[in-house]
């Protein structure tokens, strides 16, 4: 079946400091990969996406890359500020473009 | 800039009334997806459309739960009766027709049920 584990939260940093937030999926065939980010009040919008193995997607200083060997998409980003405090999902798409979300992760990161 | 749309946005009732949820997708996207938002159970698919017609809904609580698409501009969730336990933020997601293509989502209707 398909599933996906992701670190438990919540996850507290100071400013600057370096992200990492694990990703591990299970999944038949080739499915696409997601984080999604949701900020306080609001609905999922999406971070970054990698369709095929090996696929680094990045945005706002994000990274993550699609790692097929060990099954995993860790989110990272270098230097986290107070505005990327919110609740970050892992997330992939198989055949029929339904998702299966992780259970989201808490970053807070404070002054 | 194309968006989901969901209304209302809040929603307070009574335990017994009903409730409907409207969620306008993306013009273009033939997928729509309910899911429902707890602290303690997370993110829950409830049902899922594709090209209006329902694919999937073992998420939901089919005595009193319905997830309908009227049209492709239109899909609604309603809960009768409704119970305190319903409380929760339900989103509404649509996607195009590929695989590898991301779902949007609404805003969400924050439902409350006294």
Redesign the interface.
């Known amino acids: 079946g398909n599933s996906v584990t992701q670190m438990e939260g919540p996850v507290t940093l100071s400013e600057e400091a370096f992200l990492t937030i694990n990703c591990t999926y299970t999944a038949t065939g080739y499915p696409?990969l997601?984080w999604?980010v949701q900020y306080p009040g609001?609905?999922?919008?999406?971070l970054l996406?990698a369709?095929k193995a090996d696929d680094k997607g990045s945005n706002k200083g994000f990274e993550a890359t699609y790692r097929k060997e060990t099954t995993s998409f860790h989110l990272e980003k270098g230097s986290v500020q107070v505005s990327d405090s919110a609740v970050y999902?892992c997330a992939l798409?198989?055949?029929?473009?339904?998702?299966y979300?992780g259970?989201?992760t808490s970053l807070t990161v404070i002054p | 800039d194309a968006r989901v749309t969901q209304t209302p946005r809040h929603k307070v009732t009574e335990m017994g009334q009903e409730v409907t949820m409207r969620c306008q997708p993306i013009l273009g996207h033939n997928t729509v997806f309910w899911y429902r938002q707890t602290m303690m159970q997370g993110l829950e698919l409830l049902a899922y459309f594709r090209n209006r017609a329902p694919l999937d809904d073992s998420g939901m609580p089919k005595d009193r739960f319905s997830a309908e698409m009227p049209d492709a501009t239109l899909a609604t969730l309603k809960i009768q009766p409704s119970e305190p336990r319903d409380s929760a933020v339900y989103f509404c997601a649509s996607g195009p027709p590929n695989v590898g293509y991301e779902q949007y989502f609404g805003p969400g209707t924050r439902l409350t049920v006294t």
């Open positions: 696409s997601f999604y609001e609905g999922l919008q999406l996406k369709t999902f798409s198989n055949t029929g473009n339904q998702f979300f259970t989201g």
